[in-house]
């Protein structure tokens, strides 16, 4: 599997592509950083973001998108630009009918270093050490991106989102229908209380 991580930010964001390797091992194909200008405004940022992340999809045709899930922080402006870029990449992905699954922080942290609390530094040193880099990508936008798609190739199960399901593997879409049963499966009643 081919996985694109996209760590979403309207002045840098991080794109990172890795292929999955027999044994849970993860191989490099790609990493960067697109960046907006800061003083352009903000339609133009997003339209120069845009044909980046196209070119990306285009360039390394992945099988899946996984996109930091965005939560609310107490700066509003940076949550703003953070959505937009995330939306942008999942549209990207679902015009080209490939699935985009989202991973949180804290999932994507314990899912390289064993932590949800880790630091960004202790987040490139296992981004390192699992794809065998002689360096830590930087910046952390970077580390950052591809430690999304290696969360996704061991924990497959982020909240998938649609996609075409004709483009799914055999393997994600036995997990998506597995998944979908188990929202959908009746839950068991109540046992009374011992009297």
Known sequence: MRVLGVDPGLTRCGVGVVDSLPGRRARLVAVGVIRSDPAASVDLRLLTLARELDDWLDEHVPDVVAVE???????????????????????AAARRGVPVALHTPSEVKAAVTGSGRA??????????TLLG???????????????????HLWRPAGALQGGDRHELTPAQRAWAAAEHAARHAPRPAARPAPR
């Open 69 to 91: 899930r965005v939560f609310a922080q107490h700066n509003v402006g940076t949550v703003m630009g953070t959505a937009q870029v995330a939306g942008l990449a999942m549209v």
């Open 119 to 128: 630091g960004k530094a202790q987040v490139q040193r296992m981004v390192q």
């Open 133 to 151: 880099l002689a360096d830590p990508p930087r910046p952390a936008d970077a580390a950052d991106a591809l430690a999304l798609a290696i969360t």
